[in-house]
């Protein structure tokens, strides 16, 4: 099941670039479907206290190395499952019974990740996936870690806590390397260089910037989210939960994940808020008949919203299993003084992909092939369906004519 971008030509093989443009956006569909990805929930024991809301258990995080050439999923059964991009296949998985897992993220060598603990501590753990054994713990946060990124340039990285706390780290020192203490729970993402990292805090609908040199300093921009058009559907509007951001392959946007029914892009040079993705349903509920609560909750969200490599398309899971797939490509300008009231662009998705069996919590597009992963209580590699449609054959031998 190898992905397009990589033919066959003889015996040598010839790496083949494709384009990622709306007419192959829509024709993704699911090339593969792993029924087992997940141990199947163990029945309830007699007087256990049984999940609110369960359901079938879940993976929580997927992570691809840094040549798309593996996929690594974290689950609630307390796994590791790795598998290979190019062959569909699944390699191998690891058990972290004692400790949990949550947030695996690939470091720079692929048989390595960083990954957050469920349960026992809140130490991050670096973990060996060839010998399955620790490298190294990182200690200090004093509740569950929430958001953990690697940064895209070096061997540092950084975890956000239900502690209130920002911390950096270096993989190869077991102390933190700085801290910034904040206000609520952060969601925090790097830019592609590295130099520039962002925090978002809710309840304050801030996202501030800082420089990675000198995080110890005042943020050089804090960006407030305010959408106007949230008082068209309810007063007061319902706040945005933030539970993801991500910087555009350009460094010129930052995708803001919600756990409500739409996601954001925020200029990051000056904060203006240019667009609004609707058209999905939101992941702060765990399935499709639970209750909405008042007040919005992070729910499963967090790992569900991305963008392509070349940062031309947003794409999202949604409660529904459907993926939306935004095109980004014609984004608004604006310069000068924020205005808060200035509704953002609304944008509908260019396709809403059916073929996952449940919610679809987690959505990543391979960073080098044609390629993405989704999943939930199941996953699914997708791959773009290369059968040319009837009407293209007609309009094909229409020109030859």
Known sequence: MAPPTATTNGANPTPSTIPLSNALMTKFKPAKIFNGAVEPTPPPTPGGSSRLNAGPRHITAITFDDRGDQVLTASEDETFRLYSCKTGKHLKTLY???????????????????????????????HSLHDNKYLQYFKGHKQRVVSLEVSPVDD??????????????????????????????????????????????????????????????????????????????????????????????????????????????????????????????????????????????????????SWTPDSKYVISGSLDGRIAVWDVQNLP?????????????????????????????????????????SAGAELAFWLPDQSADNEEVARELLRRK
């Not at 206000?183 to 801030?206: E, K």
């Not at 392959?249 to 200029?267: P, Q, R």
């Not at 702060?284 to 992070?298: C, F, G, T």
Request: hydrophobic letters at 35%; one cysteine or more.
């Open 156 to 305: 540092g990285f950084m975890s956000g806590s239900l502690d209130k706390t920002v911390r950096l780290w270096d993989l190869r020192v077991p102390t933190c390397r700085g801290l910034l203490n904040l206000p609520a729970a952060p969601v925090i993402a790097y830019d592609m260089s590295g130099i520039v990292f962002a925090v978002a805090v809710n309840q304050y609908s801030r996202i501030l910037l800082y420089d990675q040199a000198n995080y110890d300093k005042a943020p050089f921009l804090t960006i407030t989210l305010e959408d106007p058009t949230l008082a068209l559907i309810s007063y007061p509007p319902r706040p945005i939960y933030m539970t993801s951001l991500a910087f555009s392959s350009n460094g010129k946007y930052i995708l803001v994940g919600c756990s409500g029914d739409a996601h954001y892009i925020i200029d990051a040079f000056e904060g203006h808020l240019l667009a609004k993705l609707e058209g999905r349903i939101g992941l702060e509920r765990r399935r499709m008949d639970a209750p909405q609560n008042i007040d919005p909750v992070k729910g499963s969200s967090g790992e569900e919203a």
């Open 96 to 126: 972290s019974k004692k400790y949990g897992v949550d947030l695996p993220r690939f470091t720079h060598k692929n048989t390595t990740v960083v990954h957050a603990s469920t349960k026992e501590d809140d130490t991050i753990r670096y």
């Open 333 to 373: 300008t604006r310069s000068g003084q924020v205005d808060l009231k200035v509704p953002p662009l609304r944008i509908q998705p260019l396709a809403s992909l059916d073929g996952h069996p449940g919610p679809s919590r987690c959505v990543r597009f391979n960073p080098r092939l044609a390629m993405m992963v």
